[in-house]
């Protein structure tokens, strides 16, 4: 009751049993070799795309935490050289009057 292995142009096929009156599987083996393989690719395709996006995903969490410290960092600086720059502005307004009419007019205190 086994099957029978025959030779189809090159191509080897296993011929099951028959299943109803006109019915009969038949598995190219080549065909089955070949489909095996293009499901092998394209898994392994898959997974290398999925990798890599989380690879890119773990390295965009990376430089936003470094853009915030670095963010933080030049605003804290930058609010230091304002409130040094805002101190000598009120120091020069207070101690230089380039008003030519006001020079000869003391300043209260």
Same mark, same amino acid.
């Given at each position: 009751?086994?099957? =029978?292995?025959?030779?189809?142009?090159? /191509?080897? #096929?296993?011929?099951?049993?028959?299943?109803?009156? #006109?019915? @009969?599987?038949?598995?190219?083996?080549?065909? /089955?070799?070949?489909?095996? @393989?293009?499901?092998?690719?394209?898994?392994?395709?898959?997974?290398?795309?999925?990798?890599?996006?989380?690879? !890119?995903?773990?390295?965009? !969490?990376? @430089?936003?935490?470094?853009? =915030? =410290? !670095?963010?933080?960092?030049?605003?804290?600086? =930058?609010?230091?050289?304002?409130?040094?720059?805002?101190?000598?502005?009120?120091?020069?307004?207070?101690?230089?009057?380039?008003?030519? !009419? #006001?020079?000869?007019?003391?300043?209260?205190?």
């Amino acid at each position: 009751m086994g099957g =029978e292995v025959s030779e189809n142009n090159g /191509a080897r #096929s296993y011929r099951g049993e028959v299943i109803g009156d #006109s019915m @009969a599987i038949t598995i190219n083996f080549k065909w /089955a070799l070949q489909i095996c @393989a293009l499901v092998g690719a394209l898994v392994y395709g898959y997974w290398q795309i999925e990798d890599r996006i989380r690879n !890119l995903e773990e390295s965009m !969490l990376h @430089a936003d935490n470094s853009i =915030e =410290e !670095l963010l933080s960092k030049h605003m804290v600086e =930058e609010q230091i050289k304002r409130e040094e720059l805002e101190d000598k502005v009120s120091f020069y307004e207070k101690e230089f009057n380039i008003n030519p !009419l #006001s020079w000869g007019k003391r300043k209260k205190k």
